[in-house]
């Protein structure tokens, strides 16, 4: 689920808060709970009638959270006064209001597809794509090109770099990229301005870069540690922003829901209109004490000679909490309740028994909903379900059904983290939801009970892995234990279990324990890999097939290494011409930590093998940086952005080559027989070639002095 914060001591404050009472008015029932609080929500999706009626829903809302002594009572307060800013353009901005544009020319040609994407034909954001012959790297803030076939051959030629970042004395993290056709669509966010950041560039046939814009949209941080915010279908960005109303600035028009351009003259913000207005919000359709503006916009980035930000978005009043995932047809958003109302320490217990191992039904559940937002029409439709999905990888639409696997936990039952009550469920129960496409309407509607499959529950929700294959959903856990690997001391980690799901048969299931524990599950073509480790003796890789029920088809083990990125994007694989597949993934000698936690910004090295589907594994070696600290160049520096909350490394398959990213290198790998070295390297962080004529590709300097 959404991660909302980028900072150590942010994360720590969270902690802080969870430990902290919540004041019972009903004694006995929890916020969602209220009589009071379900009244405001709405049967049909319904959208408010105008700005008075929005404050007077904030109002309610914030007594209500006031009564119940929450700390963001008098922030909801405080926006239900009668000092909001107009949500009206200016009369003197014309039409600029309606849409803002730049120009640029377009290169019509489709890009290999380089990320390890959870659907096909959905490109996710990431830190590395391709354009034609050229890579294209996101790192530190900055764009950087690279040639694939420099004079027309085969190599690896250092082009050009770009600062994404406008003004580096501001406090922006520059995130996510995305590329269609020679356009480039960047996304980061900036806390001083409480909004996120969007920078279209392009790309020119030498592979030159060109900003053509940089907008804000009003948001709150939309940093998630495993999902990606942003995706391209056929051309469109798809993003999805959420906004706390409790962050919003009632004096200051700026930190309302607005999309402002930065412009080059003076490097403020400017041409600001509005996403939406008051009138354009839908009411929420559930009980909801912390009440946060989702929007799902789909956006037209240019046609021809012109790139925008023509979106088409929805908003809507739903929890804090949320996942997003999206199909070739659809964006869909699941949306839970305020986590202070569901994991207090110090909730009753409400006459029944907490004790272990207590079969739940939906209906013991906190609600929740989804929704659905048409990418060809913009039409919004919701349906109610229980349980709380893992990840991303917990949906899947296929044959006119939205799949979700979710967690039942019941909120009378809260995990107590501070030990004061005894109480651990063992088990973690789990069921898979089949909503068909019929469920979804404008009129909120809970998913029926007979859509819930209850599955063989985890023995721990900590570390759950799942994913869906097409025909079976494949889940799986590892015991007691995390599945990192057991550095810090001697004990070795249980084996994990795995469960298959055939999807047109959902109790049929079968189970698969492997021989160690569980750190990644990731689908290929002739079924999933699986990683994990029995003790120090390094990372061990599974190949898993679902023809005949889960079975494991081999395992080998990279010794002495440890698994270093956990993000889907940190793994790829090809398929080559003799039929083996080539896999790579981030890993690092021990000694080195377990896992690499999303604020680690040290260079890994990247491992790969070659498996045949009938003699298993191959260990073909490793691709590594020069040094740990990636060779910098003396004259470099970061300015923006340093730390890398996506990962830094990845492994590339194009042209029938294979590349690794390794933080500012980038390694071409060359196979001897059965093992790779590397056969050429460009340093990132290196002085840029000069090149006749050329303009300044940046605002600053390495050093930050000026253009370079």
């Not at 709380?388 to 019941?410: I, K, M």
Request: aromatic share 8%; with cysteine; net charge negative.
């Amino acid at each position: 689920m959404s991660l909302s914060l980028k900072s150590i001591a942010a994360l720590a404050g969270l902690a802080g808060l969870a430990s902290q009472a919540i004041a019972q008015p009903g004694g006995e029932t929890l916020p969602y709970e209220d009589p009071r609080l379900q009244s405001l929500a709405t049967v049909e999706l319904t959208q408010f009638a105008g700005e008075h009626d929005f404050r007077r829903y904030l109002h309610r809302v914030g007594e209500l959270a006031e009564e119940w002594g929450l700390y963001w009572a008098d922030d909801l307060m405080s926006k239900s006064k009668p000092s909001l800013p107009s949500w009206a353009c200016d009369d003197d901005e014309g039409d600029a209001c309606d849409t803002i544009v730049v120009t640029g020319s377009r290169i019509a040609t489709p890009n290999p597809v380089i990320t390890n994407n959870q659907t096909v034909g959905v490109d996710e954001g990431d830190i590395v794509k391709q354009i034609g012959d050229f890579l294209v790297v996101l790192q530190d803030g900055r764009l950087f090109s690279v040639n694939l076939q420099p004079d027309g051959a085969p190599g690896l030629a250092f082009t050009d770099r770009l600062d994404v970042y406008v003004d580096p004395e501001r406090r922006v993290w520059i995130d996510e990229m995305l590329v269609t056709d020679n356009r480039i669509i960047v996304t980061g966010y900036s806390y001083e301005d409480q909004a996120s950041e969007v920078t279209v560039l392009e790309m020119d046939a030498t592979g030159y870069f060109s900003r053509l814009g940089s907008f804000l949209i009003s948001s709150s941080d939309y940093y998630d540690v495993d999902n990606y915010a942003t995706r391209i279908i056929d051309g469109r960005l798809v993003i999805h922003m959420p906004y706390q109303v409790s962050d919003m600035d009632s004096i200051d028009p700026a930190g309302w829901p607005v999309l402002r351009r930065w412009t080059s003259e003076d490097g403020q913000p400017d041409n600001r209109r509005p996403l939406f207005d008051a009138r354009e919000i839908y009411r929420p359709v559930l009980p909801i004490i912390e009440p946060t503006i989702h929007t799902i916009s789909v956006c037209e980035l240019g046609r021809g000679d012109q790139a925008d930000l023509d979106c088409q978005t929805q908003a809507f009043i739903a929890g804090p909490t949320s996942e997003l995932y999206v199909s070739g047809e659809h964006a869909y958003l699941w949306t839970g309740g305020s986590w202070e109302g569901h994991y207090a320490d110090d909730l009753p217990v409400r006459g029944r028994s907490c004790t272990m191992r207590e079969t739940l039904t939906p209906e013991m559940v906190p609600p929740g909903g989804i929704y659905r937002m048409s990418l060809e029409t913009g039409d919004l439709a919701v349906v109610g379900t229980r349980g709380f999905p893992f990840d991303q990888f917990s949906f899947a639409e296929y044959g006119g059904q939205l799949r979700n696997l979710v967690a039942l936990e019941d909120a009378h039952c809260a995990y107590d983290s501070l030990g004061d009550r005894e109480f651990d469920r063992a088990i973690t129960q789990v069921s898979l939801i089949s909503i068909p496409d019929r469920a979804f309407s404008t009129r909120f509607r809970e998913a029926a009970s007979d859509r819930y499959t209850a599955l063989p529950g985890a023995e721990s929700g900590t570390g759950l892995e799942n994913r869906f294959t097409g025909t079976h959903l494949v889940y799986g856990w590892s015991v007691v234990e995390n599945g990192d690997a057991p550095w810090w001391d001697e004990t070795a980690r249980k084996p994990a279990h795995l469960m298959m799901v055939p999807l047109d048969d959902p109790t049929n299931t079968s189970s698969l324990t492997l021989t160690h524990s569980l750190l990644r599950l990731e689908t290929i073509d002739t079924g999933l890999i699986a990683t994990g480790y029995v003790h120090r003796e390094g990372l061990r890789v599974s190949h898993l097939t679902t023809t005949d029920g889960l079975q494991r088809a081999a395992t080998t083990l990279l010794p002495g290494r440890l698994e270093t990125e956990g993000r889907s994007h940190a793994f790829n694989f090809t398929r080559r011409a003799d039929g083996t597949a080539l896999l790579g993934l981030p890993t690092e000698l021990e000694p080195g930590p377990a896992f690499r936690y999303w604020w680690r910004s040290t260079a890994s090295e990247l491992s790969f093998l070659s498996l045949d589907d009938e003699t298993g594994f191959t260990a073909l070696g490793t691709l590594e940086p020069l040094s740990d600290d990636a060779a910098e160049h003396p004259d470099y520096e970061c300015e923006v952005s340093c730390i890398d909350w996506y990962g830094n490394s990845r492994p590339i398959f194009t042209q029938g080559r294979i590349f690794a990213l390794l933080s500012t290198e980038i390694v071409e790998g060359g196979l001897s027989g059965d093992r790779i070295k590397p056969v050429r390297r460009v340093d990132l962080t290196a002085p840029l070639p000069i090149r006749p004529n050329r303009q300044a590709a940046s605002t600053h300097t390495m050093d930050g002095s000026g253009a370079n």
